[in-house]
């Protein structure tokens, strides 16, 4: 079994093993914003991950946006590594 334990954006270790897929983008009503979701075995609800609010404004809101799309492929790059040690891909 691969042990390799990847970090969420949030801080959260999740065992890389245990992850059974990972959501596109949606629009999150409850966040606020841009969010994604990550399924594991075992957990009814996925866990849902976005970049943090740094403020109020629509600047704020794009920047916001565009980070959790760069956390969603850096996650996802990780995830992909540690299942089968090949290199990343990217959009």
Same mark, same amino acid.
């Given at each position: 079994m691969n042990t390799r334990i990847l970090t969420a954006p949030n801080g959260s270790l999740m065992? @890389? @093993?245990?992850?059974v897929s990972? +959501? /596109? *983008?949606? %629009? +999150?009503?409850v966040l606020g914003t841009d @969010?994604?979701?990550?399924? #594991?075995?075992?957990? %009814? %609800? /996925?866990?849902?991950?976005? @970049? /943090?609010? =740094?403020g109020g404004g629509p600047k704020s809101a794009e920047r916001r946006k565009r980070e959790t799309a760069? *956390?969603? =492929? =850096?996650?996802?790059? =990780?995830?992909?590594?540690?299942?089968?040690? #090949? #290199?990343y891909l990217k959009n």
């Amino acid at each position: 079994m691969n042990t390799r334990i990847l970090t969420a954006p949030n801080g959260s270790l999740m065992r @890389a @093993a245990h992850i059974v897929s990972v +959501s /596109p *983008l949606f %629009e +999150s009503d409850v966040l606020g914003t841009d @969010a994604f979701a990550v399924y #594991t075995v075992g957990s %009814e %609800e /996925p866990f849902v991950f976005c @970049a /943090p609010d =740094q403020g109020g404004g629509p600047k704020s809101a794009e920047r916001r946006k565009r980070e959790t799309a760069e *956390l969603h =492929q =850096q996650f996802i790059n =990780q995830w992909i590594v540690s299942l089968d040690n #090949t #290199t990343y891909l990217k959009n």
